[in-house]
């Protein structure tokens, strides 16, 4: 059987105020791109904050990698694809690629992980069944 691949992708507006003096993306501006595109996932995936806090729990992020391969700079459209990776785990984990708008070249790589807390700020470390029940919907299973 083939693994299902939930992917959303959004263009960026690359601002003034997200790069530096080289015209060329602040490091910092990327974990803004991927929270962009984690949100863009949970508008196309029924998967936003604010529907799992509605169940009860929060998703920070433990772990947040980026790879930089060609500069971003100032007035580029960039494409930002976000990738599901399954996991049996109690986790969420995303894969990232930013494209030249231009070429399709790889301009950025990144991943994250976040994991789920109840509403007392306590780890969880069984899958909650509304995240089971949301892969279940997705045949993730």
């Known amino acids: 059987m083939e693994d299902k691949v939930l992917k959303a992708s959004k263009l960026l507006d690359i601002r003034f105020s997200e790069v530096d003096s080289m015209r060329v993306v602040w490091h910092g501006s990327y974990p803004l791109y991927f929270e962009d595109a984690r949100e863009e996932f949970g508008r196309q995936y029924k998967l936003e904050y604010l529907r799992i806090a509605d169940f009860g729990y929060f998703a920070p992020l433990v772990d947040l990698q980026f ?9 580029m459209r960039p494409r930002i694809d976000i990738i ?20 399709d070249e790889l301009m950025a790589s990144g991943r994250s992980v976040q994991v789920f807390m109840d509403m007392n700020y306590q780890l969880v470390w069984t899958t909650p069944d509304f995240y089971q029940e949301w892969k279940r919907m997705w045949n993730l299973l």
């Open 67 to 75: 790879h930089y391969r060609k500069p971003i700079t100032y007035g």
């Open 84 to 103: 599901y990776r399954p996991t049996e785990a109690a986790k969420i984990i995303f894969d990232y690629e930013i494209h030249d708008p231009d070429t």
